[in-house]
């Protein structure tokens, strides 16, 4: 692992300058942090953005509108080198939530003028001093339901302003020893590998103990919550989740990295599969609708014990013919 010190220093400068910037500033700040021809991936309706100006007048300024006063409260920092690409490129991640005070619609939500948490996790790949890639992933369906919305049934696991590591460790400003990178790296591969097809042939709960700790927390996306212990887990989503799919497709990434304690990754999409009834209510579709996904992890010795999920379920959903922005636009919140 090469020290990625410099990159994070990029993207801590630019994290400041953002969030102090007037409004009408936002373009010429993100054009100068990023490289030509910058590239931002973003969930739906954003999707593929391209250059500084397109990424403000669409993201950034009508969002830092909404959430007035709008703070970025980060529970994780970190970087390194992307296993993907042999080790070439450094990514610096980032993670929690961009709070403020929601008074004016954004993409059709009502506000409230209250505070509102906007989950976000961002990955951004640094070269030759500029961000020259982003993949942003952000809850809007949580945001929904903070706003009185109900967008999906009832969710089997549990609704939560989603808090960041329970060690508190998870800002690594500071370099952090090579070794505990690889070791969570390694950790993060073999519950991947584990998982795979869904078809390692042992009982569920037997499989997850290869890899995560028996009081791991999932922290998933609204529409179907975090949840606590493997036996949770395991009832609450993931035994719910592989019974309700077929024909998932092999798991591809754009990135993935550790650094300390702390990994993840992210897939544009990382896999596609076929709903068959029942995941969050949803009737069977017989439609392969794409996954893009977001993973944050911490071990704790030698295997995982927390995971921040981010999921583009608007993005799935759009795919099988459900549109829920529009079913939740324009409805006053309770």
């Given at each position: 692992?090469?020290?990625?010190?410099?990159?994070?220093?990029?993207?801590?400068?630019?994290?400041?300058?953002?969030?102090?910037?007037?409004?009408?500033?936002?373009?010429?700040?993100?054009?100068?942090?990023?490289?030509?021809?910058?590239?931002?991936?973003?969930?739906?309706?954003?999707?593929?953005?391209?250059?500084?100006?397109?990424?403000?007048?669409?993201?950034?300024?009508?969002?830092?509108?909404?959430?007035?006063?709008?703070?970025?409260?980060?529970?994780?920092?970190?970087?390194?080198?992307?296993?993907?690409?042999?080790?070439?490129?450094?990514?610096?991640?980032?993670?929690?939530?961009?709070?403020?005070?929601?008074?004016?619609?954004?993409?059709?939500?009502?506000?409230?003028?209250?505070?509102?948490?906007?989950?976000?996790?961002?990955?951004?790949?640094?070269?030759?001093?500029?961000?020259?890639?982003?993949?942003?992933?952000?809850?809007?369906?949580?945001?929904?339901?903070?706003?009185?919305?109900?967008?999906?049934?009832?969710?089997?696991?549990?609704?939560?302003?989603?808090?960041?590591?329970?060690?508190?460790?998870?800002?690594?400003?500071?370099?952090?020893?090579?070794?505990?990178?690889?070791?969570?790296?390694?950790?993060?591969?073999?519950?991947?590998?584990?998982?795979?097809?869904?078809?390692?042939?042992?009982?569920?709960?037997?499989?997850?103990?290869?890899?995560?700790?028996?009081?791991?927390?999932?922290?998933?996306?609204?529409?179907?919550?975090?949840?606590?212990?493997?036996?949770?887990?395991?009832?609450?989503?993931?035994?719910?989740?592989r019974a309700s799919f077929t024909e998932?497709?092999?798991?591809?990434?754009?990135?993935?990295?550790?650094?300390?304690?702390?990994?993840?990754?992210?897939?544009?999409?990382?896999?596609?599969?076929?709903?068959?009834?029942?995941?969050?209510?949803?009737?069977?579709?017989?439609?392969?609708?794409?996954?893009?996904?977001?993973?944050?992890?911490?071990?704790?010795?030698?295997?995982?014990?927390?995971?921040?999920?981010?999921?583009?379920?608007?993005?799935?959903?759009?795919?099988?013919?459900?549109?829920?922005?529009?079913?939740?636009?324009?409805?006053?919140?309770?």
């Open positions: 692992m090469v020290n990625s010190q410099s990159e994070k220093q990029c993207v801590i400068d630019y994290y400041t300058r953002l969030d102090r910037a007037d409004l009408g500033d936002t373009p010429q700040v993100i054009e100068a942090a990023t490289a030509s021809g910058y590239l931002w991936r973003g969930y739906h309706p954003f999707h593929e953005l391209t250059g500084a100006q397109e990424v403000a007048e669409s993201f950034w300024q009508p969002l830092r509108l909404a959430l007035t006063g709008m703070q970025r409260r980060m529970d994780i920092f970190m970087a390194g080198r992307n296993e993907i690409d042999g080790f070439r490129s450094v990514w610096v991640v980032s993670m929690g939530h961009l709070m403020g005070l929601f008074d004016t619609p954004w993409l059709g939500i009502a506000p409230t003028g209250k505070m509102a948490f906007l989950r976000y996790c961002e990955f951004n790949r640094v070269e030759n001093g500029k961000i020259a890639e982003t993949a942003m992933f952000f809850d809007i369906p949580h945001l929904m339901m903070q706003a009185g919305l109900q967008p999906f049934a009832p969710q089997t696991a549990a609704h939560l302003v989603q808090p960041g590591p329970m060690t508190h460790t998870g800002l690594m400003f500071d370099a952090q020893p090579p070794e505990e990178g690889e070791a969570t790296l390694a950790a993060i591969n073999a519950m991947t590998a584990d998982l795979g097809q869904w078809q390692l042939g042992l009982p569920l709960e037997e499989e997850l103990a290869r890899t995560w700790n028996d009081d791991m927390i999932w922290w998933g996306p609204a529409g179907i919550g975090a949840t606590y212990t493997i036996e949770r887990y395991a009832r609450q989503h993931s035994g719910p989740f998932r497709s092999a798991t591809t990434h754009v990135a993935r990295l550790a650094e300390g304690h702390y990994g993840g990754f992210f897939g544009w999409p990382n896999f596609t599969a076929v709903p068959t009834g029942g995941f969050m209510g949803m009737p069977a579709t017989q439609k392969p609708g794409e996954f893009r996904v977001i993973d944050i992890y911490r071990r704790d010795g030698t295997k995982l014990a927390e995971n921040w999920v981010f999921i583009d379920l608007l993005h799935f959903w759009n795919q099988q013919g459900v549109d829920i922005l529009a079913r939740m636009r324009d409805v006053p919140c309770t």
